[in-house]
């Protein structure tokens, strides 16, 4: 199966040192150590497609730190259809205002939204721009147009008028409001020109008018850039490392692209509270892809990156569309990802239960990975299989089965139960540390009140770890073993005496989880 190819996987990448330098990471002999952000924007959260079902929402309270969901909002233009006359602007809330009842009615209160809204205006952009963008692409997504530089004090306007109806401080709020929405996304993903037709300046003023109308009308929202793509592609075009960027992230002169409009953006922390990357990957093939987008933010952020929020508001796990290494991969991923989209026909069975195994096993890793990194919250990109976000390509990549969108009898998948164990164990955690290991070895070590709890694993082919590399003293402790069956709803548990009965600790791409350490001083 495609999810299993290590043959591919094996030597591609090693495990290298990262680079230290900011307030919540230190290297401690030669262990990296992110302490827990002390910020109340931490968690794990869905995209709201599907979150509106009460019985979707039952499953995602059921995984510790649930805590956001990420809405996809409107245009400017839905809300200001029609130019302001002599100065006075008149504004239609009505779709707004039937998302936020939506949500109100159908999640908790202590759920945090991410509302994106975009500066498409018809009036306030380039009319024959406009025009050109509104005949294209009937049934895709399409491109946001700036305002024209006379415009832009319109758009603050609005969202000034925007961020005062959903504060929930009692003035001018929309009627019914029960609680505040402060969190507020300008654009998503626009260094892809397939989804921006401004300039990397023109988006920066857009985002400064709009953190100006947040000190206006609700200093205590929080404005966060629109997501950044394929920064591990970016860091590795600046540092010339070319034949490590992912074939899917290229032409080079589409990663030179991306690099330069998130630095432009990047270069101005005064207008943003709040900095997201979006993380879509296949770690079997892309080790090393959240580290060095990490690395990169550090570096070009500086001590700016200790004074903001980091979020990845949008991330899945194996996806190997993004990540594929060579085209035999993508063939076969493609051949393979047909039966598995379409949910029938010869094998279906079989590529199905491989892919809902590596789900779980990347959803670990993915996880862990983004917590020892410092990301503050994240947000996958769908609960459930079929939802309404509307793309093909995603389909198949919620933690719950469904047959098609109609489908109400959903299944947790084994990425559901792990991510569920997971979270239960690590929820609010104190601090995490990256371990110090052999090339293709990955361990992090989370302390969360007063317990130690090691997620451990190997890409490539199987081996043993030497245990005395885990600095623990003799001890019984518990060897947990995510699930990756189907069938399996609870995890398998052994204890183990590491030092004494166990010197080496076999390891496989299959993460495995010790906690409940005895006799160690945890």
């Known amino acids: 199966m495609?999810?299993?190819?290590?043959?591919?996987?094996?030597?591609?990448?090693?495990?290298?040192?990262?680079?230290?330098?900011?307030?919540?990471?230190?290297?401690?002999?030669?262990?990296?150590?992110?302490?827990?952000?002390?910020?109340?924007?931490?968690?794990?959260?869905?995209?709201?497609?599907?979150?509106?079902?009460?019985?979707?929402?039952?499953?995602?309270?059921?995984?510790?730190?649930?805590?956001?969901?990420?809405?996809?909002?409107?245009?400017?233009?839905?809300?200001?259809?029609?130019?302001?006359?002599?100065?006075?602007?008149?504004?239609?809330?009505?779709?707004?205002?039937?998302?936020?009842?939506?949500?109100?009615?159908?999640?908790?209160?202590?759920?945090?939204?991410?509302?994106?809204?975009?500066?498409?205006?018809?009036?306030?952009?380039?009319?024959?721009?406009?025009?050109?963008?509104?005949?294209?692409?009937?049934?895709?997504?399409?491109?946001?147009?700036?305002?024209?530089?006379?415009?832009?004090?319109?758009?603050?306007?609005?969202?000034?008028?925007?961020?005062?109806?959903?504060?929930?401080?009692?003035?001018?709020?929309?009627?019914?409001?029960?609680?505040?929405?402060?969190?507020?996304?300008?654009?998503?993903?626009?260094?892809?020109?397939?989804?921006?037709?401004?300039?990397?300046?023109?988006?920066?003023?857009?985002?400064?008018?709009?953190?100006?109308?947040?000190?206006n009308a609700n200093p205590g929202a929080k404005i966060i850039i629109t997501g950044l793509i394929h920064l591990d592609a970016v860091a590795r075009y600046d540092e010339k490392r070319f034949e490590d960027i992912p074939l899917r992230q290229r032409p080079l002169s589409y990663v030179k692209h991306n690099a330069g409009f998130s630095k432009k953006i990047l270069q101005g922390p005064e207008y943003f509270d709040i900095v997201d990357f979006h993380v879509f990957t296949h770690f079997r093939y892309n080790p090393l892809g959240i580290q060095d987008s990490v690395k990169w933010l550090r570096n070009i952020l500086g001590d700016d990156f200790n004074r903001k929020t980091i979020a990845v508001t949008e991330w899945t796990s194996a996806m190997t569309w993004f990540d594929y290494p060579d085209k035999k991969t993508l063939n076969n991923y493609l051949k393979q990802g047909e039966t598995l989209f379409k949910g029938s026909g010869a094998g279906y069975d079989k590529i199905n239960s491989a892919f809902e195994a590596e789900q779980a096993r990347d959803t670990v890793k993915v996880w862990t990975t983004m917590l020892a990194q410092g990301v503050s919250f994240n947000i996958y990109v769908q609960i459930r299989d079929f939802s309404e976000f509307k793309n093909k390509l995603w389909d198949k990549y919620g933690l719950l089965r469904a047959k098609n969108r109609s489908d109400r009898s959903l299944q947790p998948k084994p990425a559901y139960y792990t991510l569920k164990l997971l979270a239960g164990m690590i929820d609010g955690f104190d601090s995490v540390e990256t371990l110090s290991l052999p090339p293709d070895f990955f361990g992090y070590k989370f302390n969360n009140k007063g317990k130690a709890i090691f997620v451990l694993w190997k890409e490539g082919a199987p081996g043993p770890l030497d245990v005395r590399q885990l600095n623990l003293s003799s001890g019984l402790v518990s060897l947990v073993h995510i699930i990756t069956d189907q069938d399996q709803t609870v995890p398998e548990r052994e204890k183990i005496e590491l030092g004494r009965t166990v010197r080496q600790l076999p390891l496989t791409d299959t993460p495995v989880i010790i906690t409940g350490i005895y006799g160690t001083g945890e």
């Open 2 to 215: 495609i999810w299993r190819n290590q043959d591919i996987f094996r030597g591609s990448f090693g495990l290298k040192k990262l680079i230290a330098g900011w307030l919540f990471f230190v290297v401690v002999s030669g262990v990296s150590i992110v302490n827990a952000a002390k910020s109340e924007d931490t968690g794990s959260g869905f995209i709201s497609a599907g979150m509106t079902d009460p019985a979707v929402q039952q499953l995602a309270n059921e995984i510790a730190g649930t805590r956001w969901i990420k809405a996809f909002g409107y245009d400017w233009d839905h809300f200001e259809p029609d130019p302001p006359v002599k100065g006075n602007h008149l504004y239609t809330w009505e779709k707004m205002d039937q998302l936020v009842k939506k949500i109100q009615a159908s999640t908790s209160e202590d759920l945090k939204v991410v509302i994106v809204i975009h500066p498409m205006c018809k009036w306030a952009s380039n009319p024959g721009e406009f025009s050109r963008i509104e005949s294209l692409l009937k049934k895709a997504v399409k491109p946001k147009l700036p305002p024209l530089p006379e415009n832009i004090v319109h758009w603050q306007t609005f969202i000034e008028h925007l961020l005062e109806r959903y504060d929930f401080d009692g003035i001018e709020d929309m009627p019914g409001l029960k609680r505040s929405f402060n969190y507020w996304q300008i654009g998503n993903e626009y260094a892809n020109g397939n989804f921006w037709k401004g300039t990397a300046e023109q988006y920066v003023e857009v985002l400064k008018a709009a953190y100006q109308a947040k000190k």
